[in-house]
């Protein structure tokens, strides 16, 4: 017999009938619930050639589960990274506790894993590191995009997974070009528009101010700025005019 758990709403799952009268009789049923997934109370019942009936114990709390983990808001801190980076994962389970999370970089069927830690029946990790020798073996991707893995176990077995793109660059942008500026057009010049090879931080840059640079002679208000958009592959350094033209 069966219940939704907590209910105490009995109904019948099946009869086995012991046939050949064994003095012991052993037996099993596989037993997929109609109601589908949820979480349930079993009692068996055993009555003797007598007519007498007696009850087993109740299991209760048996957990029917056959959908797997959602493993979801998988990203790779910072991105793109030029150091050991740090994992953001969730991985949930509507009816079972995760029991175990692993991750793989650029390999599907998480051939040789890597396990992630598991608290409280969910992996919820905002700081966990990858690729630190300290804490798993993997090797350090290479320069390039990679594809991050993330898989996730629950407590009956199923298994989920999801993925997301990160970038590895530790090469640092080149100088493509440095063209003098003309702002107003009076034959003077008061800027250098440097072009690079990759995007620039703008973030890092203490826009306004020289910021480390200076231009040799009688001249002011050096400053650094961005180029047309936020976090493009040009700079701008402007100062005052010279005396002569083109200077």
Do not use: C
Not at 29 to 56: K, L, Q
Not at 67 to 79: A, H, L, N, Q, R
């Amino acid at each position: 017999y069966y219940s939704v758990s907590g209910e105490d709403d009995w109904s019948e799952i099946t009869q086995i009938t012991n046939d050949s009268l064994d003095e012991t009789f052993n037996w099993n049923y596989s037993w997929e619930p109609e109601d589908g997934e949820g979480t349930y109370d079993i009692m068996v019942e055993a009555t003797d050639t007598a007519g007498n009936t007696e009850s087993s114990p109740t299991v209760i709390d048996v957990t029917y589960d056959v959908t797997e983990p959602s493993v979801s808001g998988i990203s790779i801190s910072p991105d793109p990274t030029n150091h050991p980076p740090s994992i953001l994962a969730l991985a949930v389970d509507l009816l079972s506790r995760i029991a175990s999370a692993i991750f793989q970089v650029d390999d599907e069927t998480f051939s040789v894993p890597i396990d992630l830690p598991v608290q409280d029946g969910v992996f919820d990790s905002l700081s966990e590191y990858l690729f630190i020798d300290e804490y798993n073996t993997m090797p350090y991707p290479g320069e390039g995009i990679h594809d991050l893995y993330v898989g996730a176990f629950d407590a009956a077995g199923n298994f989920g997974y999801n993925s997301a793109q990160f970038t590895v660059d530790t090469t640092a942008p080149t100088l493509e070009s440095a063209e003098t500026q003309d702002a107003d057009s009076d034959g003077y010049i008061d800027g250098i528009k440097l072009t690079f090879s990759e995007d620039i931080d703008d973030s890092l840059l203490d826009v306004g101010n020289s910021d480390g640079w200076d231009v040799d002679g009688d001249y002011e208000g050096e400053a650094i700025g961005t180029g047309e958009n936020d976090n493009d592959n040009v700079l701008l350094l402007t100062f005052s005019e010279g005396a002569d033209f083109d200077t």
